[in-house]
């Protein structure tokens, strides 16, 4: 079966840590995302990429780093300059038109 | 700068219909999208338009007036399963996706 895998869906880490979420889909999609959902807002996009070895910021990428060394893997590193990286965190990745998003299951990192 | 609206919360009843609206103001269009959304789950895609009128798909309905900046999602006979978060997100002239912050539907019996 095609899917974004998302790994692990509970996170827990100490305040000045760096934490890595990983990102892997096999539906040979070019483009993938990273959002990060806060309660009663909508989703917000840190980073994307549409190709392999490229990435670009998105909306709020300060604290937040990517690679894309492979098409299928796009895994995010929260750092400890992030002030507030408790969150939702979602991966998607989209082949084209019409641009429909397919998203993980989602990794939920508490930071204490 | 860009912005969807829609509701926070709505209330509706098992069999009945509801209508979830979304209004947006963006650079550029390039499409709406709606999503389902259950809690601590992620999104899952319901319905994408970027011509205007009414697309359906089943129970659920979406409709576009790209003149007004404004959507619908139109839910039918609706069953307990169908409480969720409902996402508007519109794709924006470089094909970025602009969110809204959702509104939770909640089916009472």
């Known amino acids: 079966d095609g899917g974004i895998t998302q790994s692990p869906k509970y996170l827990f880490r100490k305040e000045g840590q760096n934490v890595t979420l990983s990102c892997e889909q096999n539906?040979?999609?070019?483009?993938m995302y990273w959002y990060r959902q806060d309660p009663g807002q909508g989703l917000r996009l840190i980073y994307y990429?549409?190709?392999?070895?490229?990435?670009q910021k998105g909306d709020i990428a300060e604290g937040y780093s990517v690679s894309r060394e492979k098409k299928e893997s796009f895994p995010l590193t929260v750092t400890s300059a992030q002030k507030n990286p408790t969150a939702f965190y979602l991966c998607?990745?989209?082949?084209?038109?019409?641009?429909?998003?397919?998203f993980g299951p989602g990794t939920r990192l508490t930071v204490t | 700068g860009q912005n969807i609206d829609q509701p926070t919360e709505m209330t509706a009843t098992e069999g009945a219909i509801v209508q979830i609206n979304c209004t947006y103001q963006?650079?550029?269009?390039?499409?709406l999208f709606w999503y389902q959304q259950h809690a601590g789950e992620a999104p899952t895609f319901l319905s994408y338009?970027?011509l205007d009128g009414l697309e359906e798909k089943g129970r659920f309905s979406s409709f576009l007036s790209r003149s007004k900046g404004y959507s619908y999602l139109l839910l039918k006979e609706l069953q307990m399963k169908d409480s969720a978060s409902y996402l508007c997100?519109?794709?924006?002239?470089?094909?970025?996706?602009?969110w809204g912050a959702g509104t939770k539907l909640i089916i009472k019996p």
């Open positions: 998607a990745s989209t082949a084209g038109e019409p641009y429909e998003q397919y």
């Open positions: 963006t650079s550029g269009f390039n499409g």
């Open positions: 997100a519109v794709m924006d002239s470089n094909y970025q996706l602009i």
């Open positions: 990429s549409q190709i392999v070895n490229d990435f």
């Open positions: 338009n970027v």
């Open positions: 539906l040979n999609h070019d483009a």
